[in-house]
């Protein structure tokens, strides 16, 4: 049982950035595959950003593509989200989620193929 915990959410304005963490509470994190998402209020919970187990690929939804960075420190099992250019569209719970133990160099998630979640933080973005 993998436990994951996310910190770093909070309230801003258009524009500004955000930095989410999210430690993980297994020995073998870096054999996962982890990711983002997000859930606004009335939405289903929807790809963010992935990445790979030694950071050598990620992969990014278009709506954050250029805004949003993904990055992992393997040595203290935590993965976090840099978000830049923050617009009101990106209010939404975040979610960290990590599927495996997985194959090097695969930076694909989907909702359904994650094994473990957190609990969410909530990211507003006012205008």
């Known amino acids: 049982q993998v436990q994951l915990v996310e910190s770093g959410g909070g309230s801003v304005q258009a524009g500004g950035s955000l930095r989410l963490s999210c430690v993980a509470s297994?020995?073998?994190?870096?054999?996962?595959?982890m990711g983002w998402f997000r859930q606004a209020p009335g939405k289903e919970r929807e790809f963010v950003a992935a990445?790979?187990?030694?950071?050598?690929?990620?992969n990014y939804a278009d709506s954050v593509k250029d805004r949003f960075t993904i990055s992992r420190d393997n040595a203290k099992s935590t993965v976090y989200l840099r978000m830049n250019s923050l617009k009101p569209e990106d209010t939404a719970v975040y979610y960290c989620?990590?599927?495996?133990?997985?194959?090097?160099?695969?930076?694909?998630?989907?909702?359904?193929?994650?094994?473990?979640w957190g609990q969410g933080t909530q990211v507003t973005v006012s205008s």
């Open positions: 297994t020995g073998i994190f870096s054999r996962y595959t």
């Open positions: 989620a990590a599927e495996g133990p997985a194959l090097p160099g695969i930076a694909s998630m989907s909702a359904g193929g994650a094994h473990y």
């Open positions: 990445i790979s187990r030694s950071s050598g690929s990620t």
